[in-house]
């Protein structure tokens, strides 16, 4: 390549060097150092303490249970948009991201009207006479799950649709042709070669629900998940030090997370 | 008895007729190609065969039956598609047993079918690859192994050399022809092709704009063109408009104005109407000087305008009072710009079309 154009490259790399890397350096620098000596005594804690472990198994769950559901959900949507024609398509495309485009937050009160003791559900199962008392679903973990895969089931969507439309429907006739049926082309074709897909898409969903803010935090109420806890730990306690800790520990089980499957992923797919 | 025949079939692609009352059958054994240009008909043809779309009107009819509702995968025919569509997670053993497998044979016969075949089509070897580490050819050969593996009642080609370079390209076609006839299986074959389809057919239906214009032996279509279209699809380049016919024995006297031409008549069954008469430019000769030894008649003076190189031999643009005239003529001494030649057209050669 060009060594001029290596200049181009060098503004977006200085921002990130300084904004980026060096804080996040710092931040897990920080971490191993108590009263001027390296120790490992702030992660030790953590693990020690039944509350934090809470936090961290309500946020795994709640994070796994999201991805689980936005790839129930998304994967027949994704297949029915890639297949319709194109003005549909455009249409449905449209339709499934526009929950994109209005803030977590005004989301999140509209799911607070929904599912509050007096929300939407409540009032009509009481009122058929289902259930006498309304049922606890907002602020619990329910909610924040419900709100997520609200947040997030866009994302897998789009995901899915791109690697749909990039599979070549000639396969699917292959297959057919060589006897087929439309249900065991799907099984032994369409499935396996978009299952990629899936789980990229489950990527993007399972590290946005485990690093989500808004949302957990007006659903979840006094449940805790771990991002809500590193901000009252900064911002209420003032104990910038545990905060880094939480920060790291979100890091790397991100990091591992995403690793993880995306060795997956690239062993399921062909192309490498 | 045909063991194929499409009757009456009307065929809609987004609301677009693509074929109209169409019809064609096919004997057992035969190769039958469908050739034309791209937007004829000849790939919705073959896809309504396979059972890929289905007919507005009409019957397709397959050894006796009706299998105009029969769903594509009840019908046991081999498709290889241009694109080969070999599926991409599954090894070259996995991609020739997909059809196998999926009729339940037993693990031991699957092997032994798939390795029979892979050594018929020489990929004897191959395997555990993957399709991404295939080259073309071979790609190409595995989808023929995986269509014809599970004996299909009838193989289907998709331009299936289209893909591949030259060299390639004629290697597989006898290759193709090869195993069709060794197996004595019935195959329709869609190209754009002309010589891929004269050079394997026993019969050769050259579409147009949804209907065949003519279906008859490769030798037969390349010497006598019904049509004006199928003339020019097959390399006819000069055409002369004839305003009167007049039968005399074996040849056909044709007036246009004063000028006089003879042209032989065809036999008996490949048509022989039409006023317009064609002919190929390797079949014109051009002379120096007017009256050259032995030719009387069918003659047309006219002057070189341009002069192009082939290789093989010189092509030459030559103006006449009938229009430009296209000929290619191999010689030493090549004719130079403006320079007054001769046209003859042997009378055997110019071949009248509708």
Known sequence: MNKKALYLLLPGLLFLAAFMLVPITLTIASTFVQDGKLTLEGYLHFFRDGYFNRILLTTLRVSVVTTLVCMLLGYPAAYYISRASARKKSILLALSIFPLLTSPVVRSFSWMIILGKKGLINSFL????????????LYTPVAMMIGLV??????????????????????VRAARSLGASPFAAFRKITFPLTVPGLIIGGILVFVGSLTAYTTPALLGGKERVVSTFLYQNAMTLNDWQAASVIAV???????????????????????? | MSLLSLEQVSVAYDNRLILED????????QLLSLLGPSGCGKTTTLRLIAGFLNAEAGAFMFGGKDYTKVPVEKR?????????????HLSVFDNVAFGLRLRKLKEAEVKKRVTRMLEIVSLGGFEKRLPAALSGGQRQRVAIARALVIEPDLLLFDEPLSN?????????RVEIRRIQQELGITTVYVSHDQEECFSISDQVAVMNNGKIEQLDKPSAIFKYPASEFVARFIGFGNFIAFDGRNDMGSDIELSRGALKFQAAKRPEGLGNTGLLGAIRPDDLQLFGEPGA???DGNTLPGTVQISTYLGRSYQYQVETELG????????????VQGQRVTVYFPKEKLVLVQ
């Open chain 2, 22 to 29: 169409f019809n064609l059958s096919l004997a057992k054994g």
């Open chain 1, 126 to 137: 009481v009122n058929i006479g289902l259930i006498d008392k309304p049922l606890d679903i």
């Open chain 2, 164 to 172: 591949l370079d030259a060299n390639l390209r004629v290697n597989m």
């Open chain 2, 76 to 88: 046991n025919f081999g498709f290889v598609f241009q694109s080969y569509a070999l599926f991409p």
């Open chain 2, 293 to 295: 030894a032995g030719i």
């Open chain 1, 150 to 171: 609200h947040l997030f089931l866009p994302l897998i969507i789009i995901t899915l649709l791109g690697v749909m439309e990039n599979l070549d429907h000639e396969l």
């Open chain 1, 249 to 272: 520990i979100m890091i790397v089980i991100t990091f591992v997370v995403v690793g993880l499957m995306n060795a997956w992923a690239n062993r399921l797919n062909p192309k490498g």
């Open chain 2, 324 to 335: 430009v005239f296209t000929v290619n003529q191999e010689m030493e001494q090549p004719f």
